[in-house]
C-alpha cells in the first residue's frame, strides 16, 4: 500500500506492523515445527571443518536453516528465528529437534563409512541451563544410535556469565558421556584467559571477526596469532571459522591453526551435498 499523501510516521507504522506479522508467522511456523506438523520449512545445513595440518575433514557444524513459502522473503537468517525462539520460550523444544536432526546425520556418516566425523551442534545458553538437558540429550543420541564421541556441543560465552560453576560441572558431565565442547564465536564475550583455563572445554572457535583482519602480508596487525598461541598454552584446539581467502588460510597456516571452516572450503551444505562433499575430499 502506498500512503503518498500521509507523513512518514505511517510508513514507519506499516514497517513495523510487517515485521510484527512476519515475527508471528514464523513463531507459528516453529511451533508446527516442534508439533512435528511442518516437517519441511526447518532443516539443518552442516558446514565442513577441515584439519590444517592433515586436510581431512573432521567434521561439520549444523546449522539450522528456517524457509517458509508463508513468508516473504521465504529464508529466515537463524539469528533471527533461534531469538524468536528463544524470546517465546520455545528454544528448548526446537532444541531437541535440532538435536535429533544433527544425530541422525551423524549416524548417516557412519553408515557411510564415516564414523570419525563430528558432527557440532549449536547450543543456545537457555537450553543448557535447563536441568533436563543432560537427560534429553543422552536419550536423543541413544535412540538415534549416535556416537557422543562423536558428538560436539558449541556453546558460547554469554551462558557463563552468573553461571560459571554451574555451567562448568554440566560441561564436566557431559564430558564423562563421551561428548566435546566447542566454545563458539571466541573473543567477544566476556571470558578471560584465567576463565577459559578452567574451562571444561575441549575447543575454541575464533570468532570471523578476528579472521576478517586477517588481510594484509603483515602478520603483526592481526590478533588471531596470540589468541592461537595461548589457547594451545592451556591445551585447547583452535578452530578458526569465517575464513573465506587464501591469505587467511596462509596466516592461520603460519601460526598452526588447529582446524578451518569458511567459504574458502566449502558453504554450509543440505545433508545430500555435505555427504558428496565428503565422498569427494
Ligand atoms: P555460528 O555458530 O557462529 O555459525 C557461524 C556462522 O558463520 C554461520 O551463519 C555460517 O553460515 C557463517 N559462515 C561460515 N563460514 C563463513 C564464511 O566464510 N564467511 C561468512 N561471512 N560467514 C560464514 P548462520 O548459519 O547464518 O548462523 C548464524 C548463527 O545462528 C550461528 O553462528 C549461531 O549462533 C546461530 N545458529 C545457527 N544454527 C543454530 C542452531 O541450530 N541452534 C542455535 N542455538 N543457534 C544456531
Ligand atoms: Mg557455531
Ligand atoms: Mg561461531
Ligand atoms: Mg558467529
Request: aromatic share 10%.
Amino acid at each position: 500500500t502506498h500512503h503518498q499523501d500521509q507523513t512518514s510516521i505511517y510508513f514507519y507504522q506499516d514497517d513495523l506492523a510487517r515485521v510484527i506479522r512476519r515475527e508471528e508467522i514464523i513463531l507459528q511456523t516453529l511451533r508446527r515445527v516442534i508439533r512435528r506438523e511442518d516437517t519441511q520449512s526447518f532443516f539443518l545445513y552442516f558446514q565442513p571443518k577441515i584439519h590444517l595440518e592433515r586436510k581431512n575433514i573432521v567434521g561439520f557444524e549444523a546449522l539450522a536453516r528456517l524457509n517458509s513459502d508463508s513468508l516473504d522473503p521465504s529464508f529466515v537468517s537463524p539469528t533471527e528465528f533461534i531469538s524468536i525462539a528463544e524470546k517465546n520460550y520455545i528454544i528448548y523444544d526446537l532444541g531437541l529437534i535440532i538435536i535429533e536432526h544433527a544425530c541422525h546425520f551423524h549416524y548417516q556418516l557412519v553408515e557411510r563409512g564415516y564414523a570419525e566425523a563430528r558432527v557440532a551442534i549449536n547450543i543456545s545458553g537457555l537450553q543448557l541451563l535447563r536441568d533436563e538437558f543432560e537427560e534429553d540429550l543422552i536419550k536423543i543420541i541413544a535412540t538415534t544410535g549416535a556416537n557422543p564421541n562423536y558428538i560436539v556441543l558449541e556453546i558460547t560465552e554469554s551462558v557463563l556469565i552468573n553461571n560459571f560453576e554451574r555451567i562448568n560441572d554440566k560441561l564436566e558431565r557431559l564430558k564423562s558421556f563421551g561428548l566435546s565442547i566447542d566454545l563458539d564465536d571466541f573473543g567477544t564475550g566476556f571470558s578471560s584467559f584465567s576463565s577459559i583455563a578452567e574451562l571444561n572445554i575441549d575447543r575454541v572457535k575464533l570468532d570471523q571477526t578476528f579472521i576478517n583482519n586477517i588481510t594484509r602480508i603483515d602478520d603483526s596487525t592481526a590478533l588471531a596469532s596470540n589468541l592461537i598461541a595461548m589457547c594451545h598454552k592451556v591445551g585447547l584446539e583452535v578452530i578458526a571459522e569465517g575464513v573465506e581467502n587464501e591469505a587467511q588460510l596462509g596466516y592461520l597456516e603460519r601460526h598452526k591453526c588447529d582446524i578451518i571452516q569458511g567459504y574458502f572450503f566449502s558453504k554450509p551444505l543440505s545433508v545430500e551435498d555435505a555427504l558428496i562433499y565428503i565422498d569427494r575430499n
